[in-house]
């Protein structure tokens, strides 16, 4: 972005901490001092999940009451600014796992939700960690049917029901050979995320690999 029209854009809408929302000079990324602190940064194998399926899922942070609201505020009442300061806490998760692979994607929405909403929060968080990782980024599966929120249904077993042959490959997805990164925002049980892996290795990939913003308590 041209400096000048950062400058402007910065006096306007001054930049705030996506977690804390206190202002924060430019050069902070997205993160105060304080909340850069104490996030609830994950590693090693804390930061692991398996899929139902068998995919290993890594998740830059644990979902906790401070990354909730901020992410709320993201994913339903249009803080998109904030995929930047998430892809980049996702792209530094992935560093050791982003060698070899060839594309990244991500757990699309439905054309109906997507439409209402405005915007995919995948898809930006998909976007936003490929670029940092230097790896190209493809939508490769759409969702061909409208399905209860995840966040609505009441256990295990009804999240796998309700997600069950909701997604399907592009036509024009070729994957057969390729390792793929599958990005989501928030991992719960991993139903979804299982079901999209499910469908790329039936598809021919080489390998999935889940990432998410988040792991939530299971």
Request: proline content about 2%; glycine content about 6%.
């Amino acid at each position: 972005m041209n400096k000048i029209v950062e400058f402007i854009l910065d006096l306007i809408y001054p930049p705030k901490c996506a977690f804390c929302r206190k202002l924060i000079g430019t050069g902070h990324e997205g993160l105060c001092p304080e909340c850069t602190e104490k996030l609830p940064r994950l590693s090693g194998t804390d930061a692991k999940s398996l899929l139902e399926d068998g995919t290993l899922c890594y998740s830059a942070l644990r979902y906790d009451q401070m990354v909730r609201d901020s992410f709320l505020r993201y994913k339903f009442y249009g803080s998109v600014s904030y995929a930047d300061t998430y892809s980049r806490l996702m792209a530094e998760c992935l560093k050791e796992t982003a060698a070899g692979i060839d594309i990244v994607t991500w757990v699309p929405l439905s054309r109906k939700r997507k439409r209402k909403r405005g915007y995919d929060q995948a898809e930006l968080l998909a976007n936003g960690t490929s670029l940092l990782l230097g790896l190209d980024c493809k939508g490769i599966l759409y969702k061909n049917k409208e399905t209860k929120a995840q966040s609505l249904t009441k256990s295990r077993n009804e999240r796998k029901s309700n997600i069950k042959g909701a997604y399907t490959l592009r036509k024009e997805a070729d994957i057969k050979g390729k390792k793929i990164i599958i990005v989501d925002d928030i991992i719960t049980t991993g139903a979804t995320l299982s079901e999209c892996c499910a469908v790329l290795k039936k598809a021919g990939a080489a390998s999935v690999t889940a990432a998410t913003f988040a792991k939530a308590a299971r």
